[in-house]
């Protein structure tokens, strides 16, 4: 019987890589699983009945998310233009309005995704409606776009950006902007195409990918042992 002889290069190389591999495995698992929560939250809240901005206020932060709300007021003429939003093969911006309601707060409003073919932001943006009713959800003000770059936003509105969070947006519109961004009902007033989802990547996706992470360490396991084994 041939004896288990793998040599101290290729132990090294599956000590170093075997972790490595699981590591990611179990990283994108977890991923799958926090990403499953969200869109279980998503689908459950956001069926439960509207409620008003006096609901909001009583109300648990976790339990707001993805809670449907109805908010009375006019929006402002601070707009973020968010960049590289594309659509149906087609670039566009997706576009972020602030609203202040008859209680004094305010809110970031993901109005939507509009095309740059034609993009007028006098015509198109600009509402100047007062004492309008909306509707739409609830959503963290997480981070929105994605920028690989430090980014400096300039003072002029509307600023065009390739992401927006939270920090930015305080600096930019004070410290009361409201925590959560409300994503626009489409029959709302000033709705454009709604494009936003819970979540990016669908959780069956990171399963998947945990999948092939998984199947790379038992590919490396199985070599090792035939490399080991082999007469030559």
Same mark, same amino acid.
């Given at each position: 019987?041939?004896?288990?002889?793998?040599?101290?290069?290729?132990?090294? /190389?599956? $000590? +170093? +890589? #075997?972790?490595?591999?699981?590591?990611?495995?179990?990283?994108? %698992? @977890?991923?799958?699983?926090?990403?499953? =929560?969200?869109? !279980?939250?998503?689908? $459950?809240?956001?069926?439960?009945?509207?409620?008003?901005?006096? !609901? $909001?206020? %009583? $109300?648990?932060? =976790?339990?707001?998310?993805?809670?449907?709300?109805?908010?009375?007021? !006019?929006?402002?003429?601070?707009?973020?233009?968010?960049?590289?939003?594309?659509?149906?093969?087609?670039?566009?911006?997706?576009?972020?309005?602030? /609203?202040?309601?008859?209680?004094?707060?305010?809110?970031?409003?993901?109005?939507?995704?509009?095309?740059?073919?034609?993009?007028?932001?006098?015509? &198109?943006?600009?509402?100047? !409606?007062?004492? *309008?009713?909306?509707?739409?959800?609830? @959503?963290?003000?997480?981070?929105?776009?994605?920028?690989?770059?430090?980014?400096?936003? %300039? &003072?002029?509105?509307?600023?065009?950006?390739?992401?927006? =969070?939270?920090?930015?947006?305080?600096? &930019?519109?004070?410290?009361? *902007?409201?925590?959560?961004?409300?994503?626009?009902?489409?029959? @709302?007033?000033?709705?454009?195409?709604? *494009?936003?989802?819970?979540?990016?990547?669908?959780?069956?996706?990171?399963?998947?990918?945990?999948?092939?992470? +998984?199947?790379?360490?038992?590919?490396? *396991?199985?070599? #090792? #042992?035939?490399?080991?084994?082999?007469? =030559?």
């Amino acid at each position: 019987m041939s004896k288990f002889r793998p040599g101290k290069p290729m132990t090294i /190389f599956v $000590m +170093f +890589f #075997f972790p490595i591999l699981i590591f990611l495995g179990s990283w994108q %698992v @977890s991923r799958g699983i926090d990403k499953t =929560d969200i869109v !279980e939250k998503h689908y $459950m809240n956001k069926s439960l009945p509207v409620i008003n901005e006096k !609901e $909001m206020s %009583v $109300m648990n932060e =976790d339990n707001l998310k993805y809670r449907t709300v109805n908010l009375y007021g !006019e929006f402002g003429q601070e707009s973020y233009l968010l960049d590289n939003r594309l659509y149906r093969q087609e670039a566009g911006y997706e576009v972020f309005t602030t /609203f202040e309601t008859s209680e004094n707060s305010v809110f970031l409003i993901n109005r939507g995704w509009i095309s740059k073919e034609g993009f007028n932001y006098d015509e &198109d943006i600009l509402l100047k !409606e007062k004492g *309008i009713s909306i509707q739409g959800l609830l @959503s963290p003000f997480t981070r929105f776009g994605l920028n690989l770059v430090d980014e400096s936003y %300039v &003072d002029t509105w509307p600023k065009l950006v390739q992401q927006i =969070d939270y920090e930015a947006a305080k600096k &930019d519109l004070g410290s009361n *902007i409201n925590n959560s961004v409300i994503q626009l009902s489409a029959g @709302s007033s000033g709705a454009l195409e709604p *494009i936003w989802k819970p979540v990016d990547l669908k959780p069956s996706r990171h399963y998947g990918y945990a999948l092939q992470w +998984f199947g790379l360490a038992i590919v490396l *396991i199985c070599s #090792f #042992f035939y490399y080991g084994f082999k007469k =030559d």
